[in-house]
């Protein structure tokens, strides 16, 4: 979004790395062979599975994250207005 905003891929990076919700996983090129890959889709069917089967500190912990993703979604709009309205001024 920012990207599309015109930020250059380093001051995007920079300003999104702000909203992350948690760590960034590494391509599998950069792990070393003792580690176990788990493919992403496998990864967040495990998540749906133990928010659905998890108790209640899981699915406040889940319900947490979805506030927050939606908190930083508006957050990353928000930057886009404020990013083309100082385009407009230049």
Do not use: C, P, Q
Not at 11 to 35: C, L, M, N, Q
Not at 59 to 74: I, T
């Amino acid at each position: 979004m920012l990207r599309d905003a015109g930020f250059n891929r380093i001051k995007a990076y920079r300003e999104a790395r702000y909203h992350a919700t948690g760590a960034r996983g590494f391509h599998k090129s950069r792990v070393e062979s003792d580690f176990d890959l788990i493919a992403l889709k496998d990864w967040r069917a495990r998540i749906a599975e133990l928010t659905e089967k998890g108790d209640s500190r899981m699915k406040s912990v889940h319900a947490a994250l979805v506030e927050f993703k939606s908190k930083k979604d508006e957050s990353l709009k928000i930057w886009e207005r404020l990013y083309r309205s100082k385009g407009a001024k230049s």
